[in-house]
């Protein structure tokens, strides 16, 4: 598909029409249309070519100019350039033209917004020149190029440019736009961070004005290596006050360069709260570290009131074995030398067992920490202990024989020795050791 012409190739083009329309006598517009040269020129363009007298009836259009209004040449020839341009576009337009021609320059660019025969629109970008008789201009010639995707395209770049202003206002974060420093695009919450005016940092170096020498310095090195970390800093206000940010960076085009735009955050609050959060943990720490320092205190003490209960327990049993064997046992002898019949000697056997018992390390243990024998059972025990018999044992403690006989073999059991031939005496006289 044949490129289009440029402006030059234009300028040469209505040039050459000039020249052919011009003279002294007058030509009308059929010997006009009747150059060769001209005909294939006109019609072959590529841009539209309108031609129309100086109150704007349209005298001829190219094939061109039909595809981009929708008209035939017979509709165009009928209606005024008006129809296309409207009457305040073209009054402009011939306005500039009779400017520009005084001033000497001969042509005029403008771009129209032209209306299609169907109600639509396309934009064009127009060359116009006079078109001289006798030395006065009596008709204008414009060369048109549609221009409609150039103009959709600065219509949505605008559009696009509006919505990204939008955006970065309605940020929470400051959007700040920089070319190694130098400030190209910030929005309002920047200027607010900081304390500034857009007069006084934009198109500046800021980067040495908004951060702590030390985080300047920093940030110097992350742009000269091409860093585009999540980082912390320190941002500085104009009064000189300090405050930590935080800096998210990435890199954009702007103005046809790649430039670096930064995402800034005031993180006081956040900052405030870790240290309430560090303190609040430290606060725990020595509380735990009191906490157990109580405990081991508490422990130590416990240990030695257990240790003195041991002391006291100890005593109370000395003083009950040496009161059992002074106050007691005497009194035993002397009655065991009077004369009682059997059973009440049986009696007075048992009860003197029974005290030896109650004051030996042998019955202490035996119920606590040996075979976990009932009641019945240690009584049992403690009279085969003594050498009674079965029949001895029944009568004494008003049981059965068989009743015996059954605590005699869980006693057995519950020691260990029920399938061993082992003398049950044996066994628990061997305990009292």
């Known amino acids: 598909m044949p490129s289009k012409p440029t402006h030059e190739e234009l300028e040469e083009k209505i040039q050459k029409l000039e020249q052919a329309t011009a003279g002294d006598t007058p030509k009308d517009y059929t010997g006009l249309h009747s150059e060769d040269w001209y005909k294939a020129l006109f019609d072959q363009s590529l841009d539209s070519v309108f031609i129309n007298d100086l109150d704007g009836k349209l005298i001829d259009a190219n094939p061109a100019s039909l595809r981009l209004t929708g008209y035939s040449k017979k509709e165009l020839a009928s209606i005024s350039i008006h129809s296309l341009i409207g009457e305040r576009q073209f009054q402009q337009a011939r306005s500039g033209l009779i400017k520009t021609t005084k001033d000497g320059a001969g042509k005029n660019l403008h771009e129209f917004r032209v209306k299609r025969k169907n109600g639509s629109y396309v934009y064009v970008e127009a060359q116009s020149s006079f078109i001289n008789r006798n030395g006065s201009p009596y008709a204008i010639i414009s060369v048109s190029r549609d221009i409609n995707e150039r103009k959709q395209a600065e219509t949505l770049l605008r559009k696009n440019k509006k919505l990204m202003e939008q955006l970065a206002e309605a940020a929470w974060e400051c959007i700040a736009i920089h070319d190694h420093g130098i400030l190209l695009y910030a929005n309002n919450q920047y200027y607010k961070m900081f304390g500034y005016t857009p007069e006084e940092l934009l198109g500046k170096e800021a980067l040495s004005k908004t951060t702590s020498p030390e985080s300047f310095k ?13 980082y912390e800093a320190t941002g500085l206000k104009k009064d000189g006050a300090q405050f930590p940010i935080e800096v998210r960076v990435k890199t954009m085009e ?30 725990l720490e020595e ?104 029949k001895d044992i029944s009568e004494i403690l008003n049981l059965s024989i068989s009743t015996v006989e059954t605590h005699r073999r869980n006693i057995r059991k519950k020691m260990g020795i029920k399938s061993k031939k082992i003398n049950l005496r044996s066994h628990l006289l061997a305990f009292q050791k």
């Open 218 to 230: 920093f940030i110097r090195q992350m742009i000269e290596e091409g860093k585009l970390d999540l």
């Open 254 to 283: 702007f103005d046809n360069k790649d430039v670096r735009v930064a995402a800034i955050r005031d993180i006081s609050e956040r900052k405030k709260s870790e240290e309430k959060l560090r303190k609040y943990h430290d606060q």
């Open 287 to 390: 509380l735990v570290e009191r906490r157990t320092e109580a405990l081991e205190d508490a422990n130590t003490a416990l240990r030695i009131m257990l240790k003195k209960e041991d002391e006291v327990k100890n005593e109370l049993e000395e003083k009950i074995i040496f009161n059992v064997k002074q106050l007691i046992m005497p009194y035993f002898e002397v009655i065991k030398r009077l004369k009682l019949d059997g059973r009440t000697q049986s009696y007075l056997s048992v009860m003197e067992a029974n005290l030896n018992d109650i004051t030996s390390p042998f019955m202490r243990g035996m119920h606590n920490n040996y075979f976990n024998l009932t009641p019945s059972e240690i009584k049992i025990a403690n009279m085969v202990k003594q050498g009674k018999a079965t």
